[in-house]
């Protein structure tokens, strides 16, 4: 080997520890301004499609929580990155990734979709990024996958079921039908209610079933007729929930046998359904016209900020802020220490408009579940169905 | 089930068969006659609902928005015809899928940003928003049975229409020898383009005549679409008798196999399209073209 030829080796090696060593400095300035810097959170949520008006609510509830507390969480600021989800499962994986990998975001917010949201929890999982759900009620996010770093502020797909099932012992019903969609979501409600309805001493005689999304359900409300049960529970929503209400009317059946349903039968269809949801009972975290001063103060605040509004799902969000805010003041916005952090948010006390919030050992979100009647088109509380009811959390091994 | 349960369950049958029926048959009537396979014919159903919805909305009555309906209706589809399907009849099928794939997008979108995309109800007139006593606890909406009439008119019409009358011979014979009614003499293009705008008109007034009774949401086009190729591939494609009796068939099915089989409902239907495709390839009626 000759001179030369170590002298260019030895140049190579130099250069190449020196393109390390620059490496290095550029990795570790980067780590060192990550922790003054700003806190990244990154919003997954429908901005186009049939769920696009309960996204930006969703932005918006958070981005008024953050601008309350001037701007910054934790003693850092929060800058914004956001993917449109579409609502479209088949796209999940790779829109969840352009948060995760090319933005790189310290925290993920999201979405509305159940679809959407499995592919989420899956990332999530995955990379080890901290997730807070602010709507998807899928049950299985806190339950068979739920993780230390995923929360929801929002509810499980039984939670409405279970308050409703209550409500349904103490009027002494006897014998019920349920009726819904053949998907997850619907079957998930349905079992919620058969759990506490029977466990009061009631009975469910049938669960009848349709092909999502189809809206035919004369046969099936025929069906109801002829069983002649003492009342009916039901998951429906949107466009499905408009129909089924106006239909069971038109069958003449809402004077006769009670209607009863998880409260997104009513949420955001009054207006189409008309006076066919007259009187109708349905239980949700959320009510109109609760008159507490901190929803008051949310409703101004949020009417001021948007000219529009506030509804449920803008509460969902301005929550996921406030959860975001109890991890981040715990480390004085130090994101190293994971630990602290998500041991401060399972532990949370938050005081929500919807009333006081805190979390279950499978950080699913536990509330008071109100009992409303549809009044003059509006969606208002006259009880408590259930007080600081929790979701069972199947299959979840945390806590 | 006792027997007055019975009969409930099969008036629903008939009921949800004719309002197939109705969407149906203009899908079959474009598809067997012109050759093209229309995707977009469930976003004529589609606006056809939001129409009444808007139209009842501004005129006041849902009877004069519909009359009002399918005039724009036939306008629409003889333009339509007119602008893109008239280049389609040469062209392989999977061209027409794409043209009228994109019209579907077309469509929803313009409804979303013209209407949005909230769900909308439309009320029935006041002199049919009653309902008929049926059994010991339910009722029968008067206006339902005003669907069903007005379904059976329209089947009437349109047979007597195909069978009887001089445009009718001219759409069958252009139907089974396109060249043949040309060399004739007959505007064989001006034909066609009636029969699109028929076949549009229908569609959009089955979606405007069931707005009251169902409800106006988005994609509500696409739910329909599906169960109308059934219709038409049950009853062999082109003919009109094939879909009454097609349409009618899958109402059965469907109606009592969520009252029977409720675990199977969502499949059955395309279990009965698999089993007549076994027993005739061709459709129930695909000898006559009406």
């Not at chain 1, 140049?11 to 700003?38: D, H, N, P, Y």
């Not at chain 1, 109801?224 to 466009?239: E, H, R």
């Not at chain 1, 109109?288 to 409703?299: E, G, Q, V, Y």
């Not at chain 2, 995707?39 to 056809?48: I, K, P, R, T, V």
């Amino acid at each position: 080997m000759t001179t030369n030829e170590q002298l260019r080796q030895r140049r190579r090696l130099v250069q190449a520890l020196g393109a390390a060593g620059a490496l290095g400095a550029i990795g570790g300035a980067r780590l060192a301004w990550a922790q003054t810097g700003k806190v990244k959170v990154g919003f997954m949520l429908p901005y186009t499609g049939t769920y696009a008006a309960l996204g930006r609510a969703i932005e918006n509830g958070f981005k008024l929580y953050v601008k309350e507390q001037g701007g910054k969480l934790g003693g850092r600021e929060i800058e914004y990155a956001t993917v449109d989800d579409e609502s479209e499962p088949p796209k999940a994986a790779d829109n969840v990734n352009k948060l995760i990998k090319r933005d790189n975001v310290d925290v993920i917010v999201g979405t509305v979709h159940s679809g959407v949201q499995m592919a989420i929890v899956k990332a999530a999982r995955d990379n080890n990024t901290l997730l807070i759900i602010p709507n998807a009620g899928v049950d299985e996010a806190t339950g068979p996958l739920c993780a230390p770093n995923i929360f929801r502020v929002s509810f499980s797909n039984s939670q409405p079921g279970l308050a409703m099932g209550m409500v349904a012992a103490q009027k002494k019903y006897k014998t019920a039908v349920t009726i819904t969609w053949k998907y997850a979501a619907g079957e998930q409600s349905i079992g919620g209610f058969k759990e506490t309805f029977q466990k009061g001493g009631g009975k469910v005689v049938k669960e009848l079933f349709v092909p999502f999304p189809t809206v035919e359900f004369q046969a099936l409300l025929t069906e109801i007729a002829s069983l002649k049960p003492d009342c009916v529970y039901t998951f429906f929503a949107g466009g499905g929930a408009v129909k089924f209400v106006k239909d069971y009317a038109a069958a003449g059946l809402k004077d006769r046998i009670p209607l009863l349903g998880a409260g997104f039968l009513t949420d955001g269809t009054l207006d189409a359904q008309g006076a066919a949801a007259d009187g109708l009972l349905t239980t949700l975290h959320y009510a109109d016209n609760l008159k507490t001063p901190r929803n008051n103060a949310f409703r101004l605040g949020y009417a001021k900020a948007y000219d529009t509004k506030a509804d449920v799902y803008a509460v969902q969000g301005y929550d996921s802020g406030q959860l975001l805010a109890v991890g981040l003041n715990a480390v004085n916005g130090d994101l190293h220490k994971r630990p602290e952090m998500i041991k401060a948010m399972a532990a949370a006390k938050i005081d929500s408009p919807r009333g006081a919030i805190t979390l279950s050992p499978s950080h699913n979100v536990v509330q008071d579940f109100y009992l409303r009647r549809v009044e003059n088109g509006e969606n208002n509380s006259i009880a408590v169905a259930a007080k600081a009811l929790a979701d069972p959390g199947r299959g979840c091994k945390l806590g | 089930m006792d027997v007055s349960i019975l009969l409930i369950q099969i008036l629903n049958s008939v009921q949800y068969g004719l309002l197939l029926f109705l969407v149906a048959s203009g899908l079959t009537l474009i598809f067997g006659i012109m050759g093209v396979i229309n995707l977009a014919h469930g976003s004529f159903y589609m606006l056809g609902a939001y129409a009444a919805f808007t139209l009842s909305a501004l005129t006041g009555n849902l009877f004069i928005a519909i009359a009002l309906g399918v005039v724009l209706a036939v306008a629409f589809g003889y333009l339509l015809e007119w602008v893109f399907f008239s280049f389609l009849y040469r062209r392989d099928h999977l061209q027409q899928v794409l043209l009228t794939y994109g019209l579907i997008l077309i469509f929803e979108e313009l409804r979303s940003i013209v209407v949005g995309d909230d769900v909308h109800g439309v009320a029935a007139p006041a002199a049919l928003a009653g309902s008929i006593p049926l059994g010991t606890t339910m009722t029968y909406p008067v206006y339902n049975l005003l669907i069903s009439a007005a379904c059976l008119v329209v089947a009437a019409l349109l047979f007597g229409l195909l069978r009887y009358t001089r445009l009718g011979m001219m759409i069958r014979a252009g139907a089974s020898n396109r060249e043949m009614v040309r060399s004739l003499g007959i505007d064989i293009e001006f034909l066609f383009r009636v029969v699109f705008a028929l076949g549009v008109a229908l569609a959009a007034f089955a979606g405007m005549i069931s707005a009251p009774a169902s409800s106006v949401y988005p994609g509500m086009g696409n739910q329909v679409l599906i169960i109308c190729f059934v219709v038409v591939v049950i009853g062999g494609i082109g003919s009109v008798p094939g879909a009454l009796v097609a349409a009618l068939l899958i109402g059965f099915v469907d109606t009592f196999g969520k009252v029977f089989l409720a675990d199977y409902a969502g499949i059955l239907i395309y279990l009965l399209m698999a089993v007549i495709l076994v027993w005739r390839p061709e459709g129930l009626f695909r000898e006559s073209a009406v």
